[in-house]
Structure formats: structure tokens, C-alpha cells
């Protein structure tokens, strides 16, 4: 299969938000699990619940809010400084361990790399400058370019309006199942990134395949 | 404040799904609540991405699909008739104890009452046919009836056409949160029966009033 475009999602795919987890507990100790799980929950129903709303805001303004209610849920309060040291932690992410070696030989195969995310520029930009990757990265296209969240058509249609190729020509990958179903379902090949041995989602819409890690790419025909 | 319909969601509102947690550790002995949580987590998620992807399907066909991965998660088989018998539960559930006289005392003051629910029909219809409300209810209104899911507004517009009133005749009541911002987006007063006592969603949409149970709602204005 002839894949002009590599696509990957960023959070949880390319980046470990593991180090956000550890800021929570940091700030808040003994409830740093329930904070940051509860987090990234609230963050991911936001972006859908605004999109089905149509009250479309950017990614970081959702990320700040569902910060908000997840530590209210614990009944503690969230000062100021403590808010921007955890929305910081999101823009200093870790790469995941294999991530540098499959990106550069991507690269050497001169094909074009990359990342589509539902985060926003003042996220994405920074994250992807301080890492080791932005050698490797060609184009960091976001979501919030035509305000459609995944998984609308929508917003993976503007993943080939901006390489200016067709669906069939890219092989998407991410780390979320749900992320994956709606790639499939506008017609990605996919590959799902199964880092936490998850079941496969439920909604009538297969992974073109699954790997444990970004190095089962090295499989992909 | 003249309100002619007094508008209710049916799942966590009036009906408590608890027996269904029951029905779970019954069949999962030490898996019920893991598996009713994730259950219900899903059911929720797998509506908001297929209304998102445009893949629309009745809610008791994605109540099936959540409960298949909730209990796949868990690593153990789900067979065709624990299967049944679960999803069997949702049409048997308890209504909160408040419910009744609440819902008798709005009959006598000649309100419309009804339900508006994802729900489908073939979920609904039998639930309210076995409880002790089915004397009270107007109407049984099914976002099934247009195939969009709350919280679009679309949503919401069925309950209006409906009842062949105005959005601001309608009194709209749920304990889901993300309900309630969904129909104070689109112009119901709202009132949130926050049974967990959880923090407001933060989605800068704020519910007319918020009660612990239904009998609050006899402080309406």
C-alpha cells in the first residue's frame, strides 16, 4: 500500500501525559490519580459535548476548564498559580521511548510526517518545539484550525485539505480507540497504538491494524 | 414564571440505575461496580461519537455495545444470555422514592408532564409501563423519534415540537449534568437535580436552579 502521509495523534500516542499525572499528585497529594484521570475524562467530554452544543472553544480553554472540575469534584480549591503550573505540564510532555527512532527512519523513507490533534496551536507548538521530535514533524495541523473536534468527518477532512492528498493516502495513528473508529470511519487506514492492552471500541469500525507501540509500524504494508 | 410542560430525563432522574449495578455483581461477583461504571461511561461516550461521526444508532443498540466492551475490559466472557439479562434490568428499574407523589402533585395542578430521554422506545416504553408513573406521564418523547442525541439542540427542538409549544414553556429537568447544559444551550429553564451533590460542569452554561431531589421543585417560581 502506497502511504504518502504518516499521521499521528499527540497525547497519550506520541507524548506520555504520565508527567501531568505527577504534577497532580505533586499539588494535590493522595488525590493526583483521581485528579488527572478525572481530567483527561472531563477534557475529552467537553470537547464533545461542545461540539454536539455547538459552542466550539479551543482545546486549552477546554483542557482549563475540565482542570477546573476535577478538582472540585475533590472539593479542594485550585489557585491560580497551581492552575498554570498544571496546564504548563501539558506543554512539556515526554516523548514515549521508542517515538524519536520510528519518526526519524520514517523520515529517512522521505515520506511526509505529521501530527493531527484535537489540542490547539498554543499547545501543540511549544510541546513539540522543547521535544526531540520537531526534526522529524513536518506539519503540526490542529483541530482547532477549522474548530471541528474529532471524530467529525470534518476534522479529518481538513488532515487532506492541508497535505492536499487523498484519504487513501494516509495511515493514521492514535493511541484512542475512539480517535481511531472516527479516523476509520472517514476512510484512514489506521493503525492503533494499543499502548494499555484496551479492548477493542465497539462501534462497528476495525483498526486496519493494532500495534503495542509506535515500532510495530515497521510491519505496516 | 408560567411553565406548561414539565419536562424530565428518565435515566438517573427518575429511574435509579442501581439495581442494574445490582445485576452486574450478581453475574461479576467483585466486577459489579467496575463494570456497571465503565458500562455506563461507554454508553454515554458511544452516543456522543456516533452522533459526532454521523453513525447514528438506537440507544439500546449502543447500551448493547457499551456493556460487550465495559465487560470485555474486565477480561471475562459475556454470554447471549447474561447478556440479556442485563440489558433486561433497564426495563425494570426503580423510580427514586420522592418521584410519585412529586409527579401526582404536578398532575393535579394540570401541567403537561413528560419524558425526554435517548432512550429508545423499545427501552422507555416498557420502563414507565412497569413503574407506578405511568398514570402521570403525558408523553414518552425519544430522541430516537429524530435520531439525534442530547445534548444537540436538534435534540431539544423534538421536545418542543412535540408538545407543539416554545422552548420557554418548558421546564427541563435532569440529574446528568451534561443534560442540563445541553438544554440550558438551548433555552429551557432548567432545573438540575444534582443527587451526587457533583460540582456545576464547567461549560459556562448555568442551570435556572439546582435541587438535591425532585420535591425541590416545589419551590419553583
Known amino acids: ?20 499525572m505527577e504534577k497532580c499528585e505533586e499539588l494535590f497529594p493522595n488525590n493526583g490519580e483521581a485528579i488527572s484521570q478525572s481530567w483527561r475524562k472531563k477534557q475529552l467530554e467537553y470537547s464533545y459535548l461542545r461540539q454536539m452544543m455547538g459552542k466550539y472553544r479551543p482545546f486549552s480553554e477546554v483542557t482549563r476548564d475540565a482542570l477546573r472540575y476535577a478538582v472540585a469534584e475533590t472539593g479542594q480549591d485550585l489557585n491560580a498559580e497551581d492552575e498554570e503550573a498544571l496546564l504548563g505540564a501539558y506543554k512539556e510532555l515526554e516523548v514515549y521511548e521508542e517515538v524519536p527512532q520510528v519518526l526519524k527512519e520514517l523520515k529517512e523513507q522521505n515520506v511526509t510526517v505529521a501530527i493531527f490533534s484535537n489540542g490547539s496551536h498554543d499547545m501543540l507548538d511549544p510541546l513539540v518545539a522543547q521535544s526531540p521530535l520537531s526534526d522529524y514533524i513536518d506539519h503540526i495541523i490542529s483541530a482547532d484550525d477549522v474548530k471541528q473536534y474529532k471524530p467529525t468527518p470534518a476534522s479529518y477532512t481538513h488532515v487532506i485539505d492541508s497535505l ?56 505496516w504494508k
Request: glycine share 6%; no cysteine.
Open 1 to 20: 500500500m502506497n502511504i504518502k502521509a504518516f499521521v499521528f495523534d499527540a497525547y497519550g500516542t506520541l507524548f506520555d501525559v504520565f508527567s501531568v
Open 164 to 219: 492536499k492528498i487523498t484519504r487513501q493516502d494516509v495511515l493514521f495513528m492514535s493511541s484512542n480507540g475512539w480517535d481511531i473508529s472516527g479516523a476509520a470511519n472517514f476512510g484512514f487506514n489506521t493503525a492503533w497504538i494499543n499502548r494499555k492492552e484496551q479492548p477493542v471500541e465497539e462501534l462497528n469500525l476495525q483498526p486496519s491494524s493494532i500495534y503495542h507501540d509506535l515500532t510495530g509500524l515497521k510491519n
